[in-house]
């Protein structure tokens, strides 16, 4: 089309320019004095020629125009190509980054989810009910653990072979993405340099992170079997401590008077006691043993302040004066009675009542001389009181004791002696309607009670010394997290520098022509840079989730370790972001699920619960920057001059882009063009960056793309 624009001008050139002749009536000389501005303007308007002109010259400068935008077009495509290659070495980079952090996300929050499960079944060790699945859950989060101690060390080694091959693994990706750029005239060769070369991460914290859980395992199975016979020594004690309830207060407080005796209710029957003096209880569980023994000295008092006579024959006197001196010993006795614990011991004394005359001789009753005596027909006789007849009607000689006159004769009106006294208490211990029969049921259960509670009390010492014993094996043990995690700066965290260059090229022959010679570009070179920058925009938790979904899948609903903590460790996993906060809150409700336990054990179990809660929160582990890493352009200076770097300066970086020999391919032999050692230590496209052990066998393979590492975990993620 050009080319038939240019002829239709010549052919108008020659017709209205060369054959133009001036007016006939004009001289010759004023013709051509005016020839030159006359060709140009006539009669105030601009000539054919003077168009001509014009468009001659626009057709030069748009072809000039033409060509030098083509030739600045192929040199900033030769920067387009360096820009693509920094970008996609940085993103090398950016992936390994996000795989690095998945693992260490994995790895301590499947430790974390170990001994979650560790330390809620070591409390269900000690909560009445939760003993089945406690042994379980303990086993398991043992297993968790050394789950976690395979998958750390193997991810140590995959990460450190990783990162040796990732200077390679950046310049491969660069020129694959340079080589992209190329078209059908114009070939482009580059790479891209990581800066710095070398790694300065530190996998100590896992490689020797293996924590050991042989001292958990014998403090928890020591503390299940003490814990098992506190259990039986607290059920005994349950038993016995019942067995004096029914003595003291086993009536129902609604039924009728005699309804079901015992010691509330014959006090109720045969005093007018108040309620405060007198209380019921309707279980052994709110009921203590010092309920009873203050009922009987309140019962005593009672008794003896309000002792008559049921009549006013002598006999009826007699057996009064016996009741009196039978309540004045059992309240002084009863008061002298105690039952005291003082959180090691129990310790009681209850005084045995004499039931009949033999048991009386064993008494003050029968020793002690409160008893008036007369001499009468030249004979001494034992009175109960001065009021005898017989007394009255002899001679005063003194007080004796029944001992004194035991085996001799009586006064013939009172009969009073050593059977007097023991005939008061022995109707109300025979049967069910006497005060003292209940309360001697009492003491024989207290007795037991005691004996059981002191058993109860030494084991429940045992108990708790296994459960610190654990408690501290648990704490040693999980301070094995609470250490600094793996630091994370690879090869190339400072940025990369990428080189591209493209051979001579001609311009066109459509843009050639004969307003403008053809035009041809040497070599062409370009230097870019790119870094990493956080992703603010990015949620931190959709990789990790991701991540733990796809991993539960693969899983394949695995029944043992991963069955059962499936949902605790990607708790976990996915609040890694703030893996402190998640873990207290976490270990909070699995021990509050447990529900709460009672007595001792109960008591224990809210202490080590407690316990294992606070040296979870102890780990003090920070929150952890989990933003996304994206490449983006930068000047190529600020990485040329970045600490590390193994280019001096940019006149350096210029003479190395020279030295790129044009249509290679190969990325070491380009780095070694650069004089930039690399080394090709993985081969093939799929990497097994990290194996999480399955029980029974088998794993689940964490791979990375070694292609392109874009996506970061492969075939696990």
Same mark, same amino acid.
């Given at each position: 089309?050009?080319?038939?624009?240019?002829?239709?001008?010549?052919?108008?050139?020659?017709?209205?320019?060369?054959?133009?002749?001036?007016?006939?009536?004009?001289?010759?000389?004023?013709?051509?004095?005016?020839?030159?501005?006359?060709?140009?303007?006539?009669?105030?308007?601009?000539?054919?020629?003077?168009?001509?002109?014009?468009?001659?010259?626009?057709?030069?400068?748009?072809?000039?125009?033409?060509?030098?935008?083509?030739?600045?077009?192929?040199?900033?495509?030769?920067?387009?190509?360096?820009?693509?290659?920094?970008?996609?070495?940085?993103?090398?980079?950016?992936?390994?980054?996000?795989?690095?952090?998945?693992?260490?996300?994995?790895?301590?929050?499947?430790?974390?989810?170990?001994?979650?499960?560790?330390?809620?079944?070591?409390?269900?060790?000690?909560?009445?009910?939760?003993?089945?699945?406690?042994?379980?859950?303990?086993?398991?989060?043992?297993?968790?653990?050394?789950?976690?101690?395979?998958?750390?060390?193997?991810?140590?080694?995959?990460?450190?072979?990783?990162?040796?091959?990732?200077?390679?693994?950046?310049?491969?990706?660069?020129?694959?993405?340079?080589?992209?750029?190329?078209?059908?005239?114009?070939?482009?060769?580059?790479?891209?340099?990581?800066?710095?070369?070398?790694?300065?991460?530190?996998?100590?914290?896992?490689?020797?992170?293996?924590?050991?859980?042989?001292?958990?395992?014998?403090?928890?199975?020591?503390?299940?079997?003490?814990?098992?016979?506190?259990?039986?020594?607290?059920?005994?004690?349950?038993?016995?401590?019942?067995?004096?309830?029914?003595?003291?207060?086993?009536?129902?407080?609604?039924?009728?008077?005699?309804?079901?005796?015992?010691?509330?209710?014959?006090?109720?029957?045969?005093?007018?006691?108040?309620?405060?003096?007198?209380?019921?209880?309707?279980?052994?569980?709110?009921?203590?043993?010092?309920?009873?023994?203050?009922?009987?000295?309140?019962?005593?008092?009672?008794?003896?302040?309000?002792?008559?006579?049921?009549?006013?024959?002598?006999?009826?006197?007699?057996?009064?004066?016996?009741?009196?001196?039978?309540?004045?010993?059992?309240?002084?006795?009863?008061?002298?009675?105690?039952?005291?614990?003082?959180?090691?011991?129990?310790?009681?004394?209850?005084?045995?009542?004499?039931?009949?005359?033999?048991?009386?001789?064993?008494?003050?009753?029968?020793?002690?001389?409160?008893?008036?005596?007369?001499?009468?027909?030249?004979?001494?006789?034992?009175?109960?009181?001065?009021?005898?007849?017989?007394?009255?009607?002899?001679?005063?000689?003194?007080?004796?004791?029944?001992?004194?006159?035991?085996?001799?004769?009586?006064?013939?009106?009172?009969?009073?002696?050593?059977?007097?006294?023991?005939?008061?208490?022995?109707?109300?211990?025979?049967?069910?309607?006497?005060?003292?029969?209940?309360?001697?049921?009492?003491?024989?259960?207290?007795?037991?009670?005691?004996?059981?509670?002191?058993?109860?009390?030494?084991?429940?010492?045992?108990?708790?010394?296994?459960?610190?014993?654990?408690?501290?094996?648990?704490?040693?043990?999980?301070?094995?997290?609470?250490?600094?995690?793996?630091?994370?700066?690879?090869?190339?965290?400072?940025?990369?520098?990428?080189?591209?260059?493209?051979?001579?090229?001609?311009?066109?022959?459509?843009?050639?022509?004969?307003?403008?010679?053809?035009?041809?570009?040497?070599?062409?070179?370009?230097?870019?840079?790119?870094?990493?920058?956080?992703?603010?925009?990015?949620?931190?938790?959709?990789?990790? /989730?991701?991540?733990?979904? =796809? $991993?539960? &899948?693969?899983?394949?609903?695995?029944? !043992?370790?991963?069955?059962?903590?499936? #949902? *605790?460790?990607?708790?976990?996993?996915?609040?890694?972001?703030?893996?402190?906060?998640?873990?207290?809150?976490?270990?909070?409700?699995?021990?509050?699920?447990?529900?709460?336990?009672?007595?001792?054990?109960?008591?224990?179990?809210?202490?080590?619960?407690?316990?294992?809660?606070?040296?979870?929160?102890?780990?003090?582990?920070?929150?952890?920057?989990?933003?996304?890493?994206?490449?983006?352009?930068?000047?190529?200076?600020?990485?040329?001059?970045?600490?590390?770097?193994?280019?001096?300066?940019?006149?350096?970086?210029?003479?190395?882009?020279?030295?790129?020999?044009?249509?290679?391919?190969?990325?070491?032999?380009?780095?070694?063009?650069?004089?930039?050692?690399?080394?090709?230590?993985? /081969?093939?496209?799929?990497? =097994? $960056?990290? &194996?999480?052990?399955?029980?029974?066998? !088998?794993?689940?393979?964490?791979?990375? #793309? *070694?292609?392109?590492?874009?996506?970061?975990?492969?075939?696990?993620?």
């Amino acid at each position: 089309m050009i080319r038939g624009l240019l002829h239709g001008i010549k052919r108008f050139w020659s017709r209205r320019v060369l054959t133009h002749r001036p007016s006939c009536h004009r001289k010759r000389g004023g013709f051509m004095g005016r020839a030159g501005v006359d060709l140009f303007i006539e009669d105030g308007a601009y000539t054919t020629l003077s168009s001509a002109v014009v468009i001659l010259v626009v057709l030069t400068l748009l072809f000039s125009s033409t060509a030098a935008i083509w030739s600045m077009s192929r040199a900033g495509d030769t920067q387009v190509a360096a820009d693509s290659g920094a970008l996609a070495g940085a993103n090398v980079v950016s992936s390994y980054h996000t795989a690095a952090t998945v693992v260490d996300a994995s790895i301590l929050s499947l430790g974390l989810a170990g001994f979650a499960t560790i330390g809620t079944g070591l409390v269900a060790i000690l909560i009445p009910g939760a003993e089945p699945v406690a042994g379980n859950m303990v086993d398991t989060g043992i297993e968790i653990i050394k789950t976690r101690n395979k998958f750390a060390k193997s991810a140590s080694e995959g990460l450190q072979k990783i990162e040796t091959a990732l200077p390679y693994l950046i310049a491969a990706r660069a020129t694959q993405a340079v080589s992209a750029q190329d078209t059908d005239s114009v070939t482009y060769t580059g790479t891209a340099l990581a800066v710095p070369r070398t790694s300065e991460s530190d996998f100590v914290a896992l490689e020797g992170s293996e924590i050991s859980t042989d001292a958990i395992k014998d403090a928890s199975e020591d503390l299940e079997r003490a814990a098992e016979e506190l259990q039986k020594a607290s059920e005994e004690t349950a038993k016995a401590k019942e067995r004096a309830w029914l003595a003291d207060c086993g009536g129902s407080d609604k039924g009728s008077v005699g309804s079901c005796s015992c010691m509330w209710e014959r006090a109720k029957s045969l005093t007018d006691l108040s309620g405060v003096q007198n209380p019921h209880y309707a279980s052994s569980v709110t009921w203590e043993p010092q309920v009873a023994l203050d009922r009987a000295k309140d019962y005593y008092h009672w008794r003896l302040t309000n002792e008559k006579p049921h009549g006013s024959s002598v006999e009826m006197r007699a057996e009064s004066a016996a009741r009196k001196a039978f309540y004045t010993y059992a309240s002084a006795e009863v008061d002298r009675a105690y039952i005291t614990e003082n959180g090691d011991r129990v310790s009681s004394y209850i005084p045995l009542l004499p039931r009949n005359s033999d048991e009386v001789r064993a008494t003050e009753l029968y020793t002690d001389a409160v008893w008036p005596t007369s001499v009468n027909d030249d004979k001494a006789y034992l009175h109960y009181g001065t009021t005898c007849p017989n007394y009255k009607k002899g001679t005063p000689s003194g007080f004796a004791s029944v001992a004194d006159y035991d085996g001799q004769d009586k006064c013939s009106k009172c009969h009073f002696g050593v059977s007097s006294l023991g005939a008061v208490a022995a109707p109300s211990t025979s049967i069910e309607n006497g005060f003292e029969y209940h309360f001697d049921k009492f003491k024989d259960a207290l007795e037991g009670y005691v004996e059981c509670r002191n058993k109860e009390l030494e084991l429940e010492r045992q108990t708790e010394d296994e459960t610190d014993r654990a408690s501290n094996a648990f704490d040693q043990a999980i301070k094995a997290l609470s250490g600094e995690r793996p630091r994370i700066a690879p090869p190339g965290r400072n940025g990369v520098v990428a080189f591209a260059v493209s051979g001579a090229i001609s311009s066109p022959d459509e843009l050639n022509s004969s307003f403008n010679t053809a035009v041809r570009l040497g070599d062409r070179g370009a230097i870019s840079a790119a870094v990493l920058a956080p992703d603010e925009a990015t949620a931190q938790n959709n990789v990790l /989730s991701r991540f733990f979904s =796809t $991993l539960k &899948e693969r899983s394949g609903g695995v029944a !043992g370790v991963l069955d059962g903590v499936m #949902d *605790v460790w990607g708790r976990l996993l996915v609040g890694y972001g703030d893996i402190q906060g998640s873990a207290d809150e976490l270990m909070d409700e699995m021990i509050k699920g447990l529900g709460g336990g009672s007595g001792a054990l109960g008591s224990i179990a809210s202490w080590l619960g407690d316990t294992v809660s606070a040296s979870v929160a102890a780990l003090g582990l920070e929150p952890c920057d989990l933003r996304l890493r994206k490449p983006v352009l930068t000047d190529s200076a600020n990485v040329i001059k970045s600490p590390g770097s193994d280019i001096a300066g940019l006149s350096q970086a210029q003479d190395k882009l020279r030295s790129i020999p044009l249509g290679v391919t190969d990325p070491k032999a380009l780095c070694e063009a650069l004089e930039y050692q690399v080394e090709r230590t993985i /081969s093939g496209t799929v990497f =097994t $960056l990290a &194996e999480i052990p399955l029980p029974g066998g !088998g794993s689940i393979p964490l791979t990375v #793309d *070694v292609a392109t590492l874009v996506g970061a975990l492969g075939g696990g993620s």
